[in-house]
């Protein structure tokens, strides 16, 4: 059985791994090239291949959420309680932050830096409320379907949603958080963070609502 603390260092060194891919290959892609269209291919291709590889190491452990709102409609679901749901995000969080700071000390940049890449106004919000409700239907309907098809199925939706919203897919809290700690390609600017968190939880709870009515309960 796992304990506690190895699904927390799951989570956090999980979520780290997943910003170091989404940082570092933004990094990469773009001392390689100018060509936006192909960093950002660069960028959803390395992320898409982290996730997979990450989800199907650690969902065994910890069920490799990586993302706050994945947590909360886990617990709404009924899969475990706050107390630990609240450690996870933690994990998380502090998962995410150590990505940031391993990806710049890579490339030689400074450490600590915030971002001032611009994202904001109800489009983007919007954005990202259907990319995060995507995420969570796609969850649900493969745990639904096949659970064994999950890092697979979550993997190729969001290196799809990249490409599809208008916001380029964060769809997940704590990797918006550790995005504006870094003024690079994937950046996010403090200031517009709150906005995209709070589409966020609005879109997951919203596929949350859809999958509680399209398909039964899959503990």
Known sequence: MTSPT???LAEGLG???LIVAVIGSGIMAQTLTQDIALVLLVNTIATGATLLVLITI???LSGAHFNPAVTLVMVLRGHFGWQLALAYVGAQIIGGALGVLIAHG???LPLLQFSTHIRTGSAQWFAESVASFGLVLTIFGALHARQASVPLMVSAYIMAAYWFTASTSFANPAVTIARTLSDTFAGIRPSDAPGFILAQFAGALLALALS?????AHD
């Open 15 to 17: 979520t780290a791994v």
């Open 212 to 216: 509680n009515y399209l398909f039964k």
């Open 106 to 108: 890579m490339f030689e």
């Open 6 to 8: 190895q699904k927390l």
């Open 58 to 60: 650690f969902e065994p």
